[in-house]
């Protein structure tokens, strides 16, 4: 990352988001047109979702991070590896990319440019699952980014694969996805009047397995340690 400058790692935030959401958005729409089994409809989003993030974070990591979610910028910044105003810029990638793939899925499908969802996702047991599902994809990076950095591609992949079937919210796992959704009345949308909900349960998992994973491999005491001899200094 420190090889690339901050316009050309903003411009893989947006692009990644870009295509993430198109690829969610836009597998949608061809499930749907293919079948009436919801089943096999959520098969026909699950396994190009999981595909293209292998795909993105391989191409993309090397330049940005191949964050392509606030959530996950947010986090970074609060480790201190992302400076406060790069991950503001981060985040607003993020949402313009997220919501221009809504828009390029719309005109592959021929779909109105803008369609705000009227598909209802709230209720506690969705706004659970999205803290589930935002703490099992934050964990999964800590943890692979101690253990196997070069894993990272296919552990977020088959990560995001799994929890679309396991949560009950299939796993948005993402504000500026989730922002990017609510322009789309197809498959994969959400009503607006449901975001907010999802975009607090993503930052509280996302947190949460800040706290737990960072403990867990002794990072957080390594923090402060290194912050009390720096303050004795």
């Known amino acids: 990352m420190d090889s690339f400058d901050l316009p050309r790692r903003l411009t893989a935030e947006l692009l990644g988001t870009a295509i993430l959401v198109a690829t969610v958005v836009g597998s949608g729409v061809m499930a749907t047109n293919l079948?009436?089994?919801?089943?096999?409809q959520l098969l026909g989003n699950t396994l190009p979702t999981g595909a293209i993030l292998v795909v993105l974070i391989t191409i993309f990591g090397p330049i940005s991070g191949a964050h392509f979610n606030p959530a996950v910028?947010?986090?970074?910044?609060?480790?201190?590896?992302?400076?406060?105003?790069?991950?503001?810029?981060?985040?607003?990638?993020?949402?313009?990319?997220g919501v221009l793939g809504t828009l390029i899925a719309h005109a592959m499908f021929a779909l109105p440019a803008v369609e705000f969802s009227l598909k209802i996702r709230t209720g506690g047991p969705q706004w659970f699952s999205e803290g589930v599902a935002t703490f099992g994809l934050v964990a999964t990076i800590l943890a692979g980014v101690r253990f196997n950095k070069t894993a990272i591609p296919w552990l977020v992949g088959l990560y995001i694969t799994a929890a679309y079937w396991f949560t009950a919210s299939t796993s948005f796992a993402n504000p500026a996805v989730a922002i990017a959704r609510t322009f789309t009345n197809t498959f994969s949308g959400i009503r607006p009047l449901d975001l907010p909900g999802f975009i607090a349960a993503q930052f509280i998992g996302?947190?949460?397995?800040?706290?737990?994973?960072?403990?867990?491999?002794?990072?957080?005491?390594?923090?402060?340690?290194?912050?009390?001899?720096e303050t004795a200094a």
């Not at 079948?35 to 096999?40: C, G, N």
């Not at 910028?73 to 990319?97: C, D, H, N, T």
């Open 35 to 40: 079948t009436h089994d919801v089943a096999l």
């Open 73 to 97: 910028s947010a986090v970074f910044m609060a480790k201190g590896e992302l400076p406060r105003a790069e991950a503001a810029s981060y985040v607003a990638a993020q949402v313009i990319g």
């Open 206 to 229: 996302a947190f949460a397995a800040k706290s737990l994973i960072g403990w867990m491999l002794g990072v957080e005491q390594a923090t402060a340690a290194q912050a009390k001899s």
